[in-house]
């Protein structure tokens, strides 16, 4: 099956420095990918829609400077928390689209907490 | 827009006792329909999905059926475990759009 990876699983850092999370397709190749944001026993919140080899697409209210993605490559989509502050703390959880299945699969998640 | 709505919770049950999680669905079109599980501090696992009317997922003893005239998505199981204890969550993706739109999240407790 379609495996979806995110590293780290989880860090801490300090108030002000930036974090970046990876997201790998393992065994496909996705030219989509989604991130998204988990509170504690709350659902997921879609942030955006990364697309390889361009920009990526914010939901509304999402800071754009604040969280930014790359889509380098059909198999690594990157996060980076700039800046990052107490209120940024939580699950952030990527996925990988397979249209021909219709499905996404989603990484492990990364917990991040910031001091 | 597209939305999910599922049955609030928590949800506690004994073990072997039979479980229901309501879930309902407004989309335009014909959407795929998802049910996730989240066990504690990990990501989604994909449970059982239905990609069209009528259709019936199934897997580890859970089941939904695609219900269209009702805008559906139930997602049942006979007898629960306490290893069936997790977040579900209820989701839908459109086939032109593929975002998920995910529910509230329901979540189950089996005591033994």
């Known amino acids: 099956g379609a495996v979806v990876s995110q590293h780290p699983s989880w860090v801490i850092c300090k108030s002000g420095t930036s974090v970046k999370i990876e997201c790998r397709s393992l065994?496909?190749?996705?030219?989509?990918m989604f991130w998204y944001r988990q509170f504690p026993k709350q659902s997921l919140m879609l942030m955006a829609t990364?697309?390889?080899?361009?920009?990526?697409?914010?939901e509304q209210g999402v800071e754009k400077d604040k969280f930014l993605i790359n889509h380098a490559s059909l198999t690594l989509s990157t996060l980076t928390v700039t800046s990052a502050h107490p209120e940024d703390s939580s699950f952030y959880i990527c996925s990988a689209i397979v249209y021909k299945y219709n499905e996404q699969f989603f990484g492990p998640g990364t917990r991040l907490t910031v001091l | 827009g597209n939305s999910v709505t599922q049955m609030e919770g928590p949800v506690t049950l004994s073990e072997e006792a039979f479980l229901t999680i309501n879930c309902t669905y407004t989309?335009?079109?014909?959407?795929?329909l998802f049910w996730y599980v989240q066990y504690p501090g990990e990501g989604l696992q994909l449970l059982l999905k239905?990609?069209?009317?009528?259709d019936k997922g199934s897997n580890k003893g859970f089941e939904a059926t695609y219900r269209k005239e009702t805008t559906s998505f139930h997602l049942e199981k006979g007898s629960v475990q306490v290893s069936d204890s997790a977040v579900y969550f209820c989701a839908l993706v459109h086939t032109n759009a593929g975002k998920s739109t995910f529910g509230d999240g329901t979540t189950l407790t089996v005591k033994p």
């Open positions: 239905a990609t069209k009317a009528d």
């Open positions: 065994d496909f190749q996705a030219t989509t």
């Open positions: 990364s697309n390889e080899g361009s920009k990526a697409t914010y």
């Open positions: 989309a335009t079109g014909y959407p795929s």
